[in-house]
């Protein structure tokens, strides 16, 4: 079977999307993710341009990655400058990747009007800077900018800038559609042209302005290309870059092409969900595979059709990429991810057990609420084994009050929290403070019951999001609290939700104090 | 030129997206919209199967619309009945509009699993239902439903249904592809090939569970359908219809064939955020033409390029579809975005001018800490102003202090904050609640405000957002907060950064105020 390459470019062309900002630790996350999900190239960076990508290089070299190779962006070296001499081509090799792509001018009006080079120079400019990287590097990739403006323009000089790639030792041209303003049947006429003149392998790289990039993507596939590069949920600069989480399962399941095993096909949904909790946004319900409405059913005919036959309204079976059928208005489906969960837990439950039913209904009203387990296992597991009566109580609050007071423009507030909290017969009353509020309520309730649980102080708080729930409520909106904890072995997650940031914030340390506990106890 | 006719199918196909629900009123304000932007058919509902769309066709009777043609769907008649004697059929008739669409089974599969009749039966069914209905209305159009997966497992059946259809009088044959999964090439090939069989006009009618549906129906068009039907932002079912925002300029603007008048496509960006609201959606940033980031730049060379020559990295000019160019404030940004930005305040500055060096190193040296100006601009104009001395100081706060107390679990906590500000000469000392922290923080500064500033009464908090910024510092991590404020003729937003949310929030929404109160002195 033919296998086509997939390059992801989440970490850098998809940090350009407006509101989007990855820290070096939310990179090296998405980074192991994409390994396990089985991409083969991860584009991590442009260390010439962002002193933030350097030190994220140095770190992602120490990650075991089982699947994906590392490649580092960059240009060609400046005009009037020798590579040797060229700070983005030094910063390329510093990040010592095995494989280094480089993006060239090929559109003859950007040579001239952006990087203002004769059109012989700049064929020069690429010849040398991949000629010079190739030292370096296992592999380099030439990313052809603008190929498909430049090819319409002056096609004769869009292939002469391939071809000084090529004879530079290039191991792959990528046709790009940088202004994305390319229709697919365009697309597929250039690449068919491009592919019958080189020997090396050709890629596309797509943007999505005429919202055209995954169908051009998988028609660039059909046409020759054997490498394809886009991002993780369509993220990017403007409209965005080709939609991977679309491009593979098409690819695989329309074409019968090969990309990833289908076990790593199964986790496309959950990747996808990932990347859109790191980059704190909303996951787009009508995304296509993946959203949470891609296999949902309203209407009442497609309804009782699906349940004789799913094929008669579904394209695909939604668990060839990790997702599931959902009838909406009915808790068909709830009762299965029920059951699998309990599984999970080391619970038994049989299939028409009352108690699911219980937890089928509780669930329904805690996600109408706002509560959402999918990053919160661990306040999941507790809320089942509550029901189930698997769970003690093991502190009673007796209250908390919180103070933060500023007492001087510009300069910072003070946070205090007391808390009395009772356990067994013996009541704790105790204060402390923090760098904000919810800070000085942590380590207020952490000290209350480490005196009873000395386990306690092996937990440290890894993470803590919050995201606000309902638009146009000001500051009165819900809000939404992820806190992520770990000890020595392991890690977990729990959650909470109210209209008070303080209260939701509770609801997930108390959480997982409680998570702690239980585990210590099984 | 070749005319295309747009169909639009938001107020039916499009209704039933998730977490969408017209109401009447909504669904004729939403046909006004449309008939301005000149599209030439509105199907309405399905009488038949839904009595608010009863009401509808009632009532869109009596509007005066100029452009378009209002449509009522249906199906073909049930089996074993007569077409005279069907409820639907009954439904479409006294629906009284001037154009009919019926929906018949043409995928062999679905004649025999869904409908449950012999496949001679579904034939007769679609001839006496087109029959039927052209003595009662202008056109009848046929939609032919799962036509691309009917022709794949059966292409002489599926060819057997549209005939029937034409034979009894269909003015339009609508290829469906109803489970949404075919993929760009198969359609034009399919297409194709229905062209060269009919006499009659060919239509398409694309779903996006494979995230090709523009794609597709732009190659439609391109081998032969004249006919295109969408919905306004790709609403609709599972994964959405055909986005006709993308479709309408990629037709007009990239295949030159018409559509709209020039002026008619300028409202594109009105019409699709116009839908957006009445959907209560959230627009989507990164949407294609008419997204808020769909013509924004962030990167310096981007912009130091488009500055001098727009078509370098946009693939249509902003302006042909409503939009506009915006350029984007970030630590990627150089000179060139300040300038921008100091002209779009109406502030005078030359390149060369020591005053831009002193804003961009702030701006650096603030997006060090966290700060992000993307979705704040009244903030990053502040920050100008305060640079070259255009700000005065409306108030000093002498000191706020907040409180937090929970007496019980299962309670929620009251929050309650004081705080003392000085205008002038006079010092308030005022105290508010609120639904937590945040919000009794903000009716306290608001509260004691307004006795001096009684304009800040029209300012509202629309929208509060709440960034965690360090990841694995748990509850001492960084925030950054988001505050979108308006009144009655703007909207603005502002932007905080602490360890402490509430001193992030407190900063942003000083920010609000004062951003208020400047635009009321200038």
Redesign the interface.
């Not at 109210?498 to 209260?503: F, V, Y």
């Given at each position: 079977m033919h296998r086509i390459d997939i390059y992801d470019t989440t970490l850098r062309d998809g940090a350009?999307?407006?509101?989007i900002?990855f820290?070096v630790?939310?990179k090296l996350?998405i980074t192991e993710k994409l390994d396990e999900l089985g991409v083969h190239y991860i584009e991590g960076g442009y260390p010439g341009?962002?002193p933030r990508d350097i030190d994220y290089f140095r770190k992602v070299s120490r990650l075991k990655l089982v699947n994906s190779k590392v490649v580092a962006f960059g240009s060609t070296h400046r005009p009037k400058k020798k590579p040797g001499g060229d700070e983005t081509m030094k910063a390329l090799i510093e990040a010592g990747t095995p494989i280094i792509t480089i993006f060239g001018k090929t559109w003859d009006?950007?040579v001239k009007?952006?990087l203002r080079v004769s059109l012989e120079e700049n064929l020069d400019i690429i010849h040398d800077s991949v000629t010079f990287l190739k030292k370096h590097a296992e592999k380099v990739f030439f990313d052809a900018e603008h190929f498909f403006d430049g090819y319409i323009n002056n096609p004769k000089y869009a292939l002469k800038c391939l071809k000084a790639a090529q004879d530079a030792g290039a191991d792959c041209l990528v046709l790009c559609d940088?202004?994305?303003?390319t229709?697919?049947?365009v697309v597929?006429d250039v690449v068919k042209k491009a592919v019958k003149g080189y020997a090396v392998p050709i890629g596309v790289h797509m943007h999505?302005?005429?919202?055209?990039a995954?169908?051009?993507s998988?028609?660039g596939v059909?046409t020759g290309a054997s490498h394809v590069q886009g991002t993780i949920n369509?993220l990017?600069?403007?409209?965005?870059n080709a939609?991977l989480i679309?491009?593979i399962p098409?690819i695989q399941l329309?074409?019968g092409m090969k990309c990833l095993t289908p076990e790593q096909l199964r986790k496309l949904r959950d990747v996808s969900r990932f990347v859109t909790e790191i980059a704190?946004l909303r996951h787009?319900?009508?995304?296509?595979?993946t959203?949470?409405?891609?296999?949902?059913?309203?209407?009442g005919m497609?309804v009782s059709?699906i349940l004789?036959?799913p094929e008669?309204?579904?394209?695909?079976s939604p668990g060839l990429v990790g997702n599931s059928q959902r009838v909406?208005i009915s808790d068909l489906a709830g009762k299965s991810n029920i059951l699998r969960k309990a599984e999970e837990f080391g619970i038994r439950l049989s299939t028409d057990s009352v108690q699911i039913q219980d937890i089928v209904t509780k669930l329904k009203e805690l996600e109408n609420q706002g509560f959402q387990f999918e990053g919160a296992e661990a306040s999941f597991e507790l809320l089942m084994k509550k029901s189930l009566g698997l769970h003690k109580k093991f502190f009673?609050?007796?209250?908390?009050?919180?103070?933060?007071?500023?007492?001087?423009?510009g300069e910072?507030?003070i946070?205090e929290a007391t808390i009395m909290v009772k356990v067994g017969g013996h009541v704790e009353h105790t204060a402390a403070t923090?760098?904000?509020?919810?800070?000085a309520?942590?380590n207020a309730l952490r000290k209350a019951l480490e005196k009873f649980y000395p386990e306690l102080k092996e937990v440290?708080?890894?993470?803590?999001?919050?995201?606000?729930l309902t638009?146009?409520?000001?500051?009165?909106?819900k809000?939404r609290v992820l806190?992520e904890?770990g000890d020595k072995g392991n890690r977990w997650g729990t959650v909470g939700v109210?209209?008070?940031?303080?209260?939701a914030?509770?609801q997930a340390?108390v959480d997982s104090v409680d998570y702690k506990l239980l585990k210590e106890e099984e």
């Open positions: 350009q999307s407006e509101d900002s820290s630790e939310d996350r341009s962002n009006f950007h009007e952006a940088t202004n994305g303003g229709i697919t049947s597929g999505n302005d005429a919202d055209c995954v169908a051009s998988v028609t059909e369509g990017g600069e403007r409209c965005g939609n679309s491009i098409n329309k074409l704190n787009f319900k009508r995304q296509p595979y959203g949470d409405s891609a296999f949902a059913h309203k209407g497609h059709a004789k036959r008669t309204y579904e394209h695909v909406l009673e609050l007796m209250g908390f009050r919180l103070i933060v007071e500023k007492r001087k423009e910072e507030p946070s923090g760098k904000g509020p919810v800070n309520l942590d440290k708080l890894h993470d803590y999001k919050v995201r606000v638009a146009g409520k000001g500051t009165s909106a809000v806190v904890s109210s209209e008070n940031i303080i209260e914030s509770y340390l």
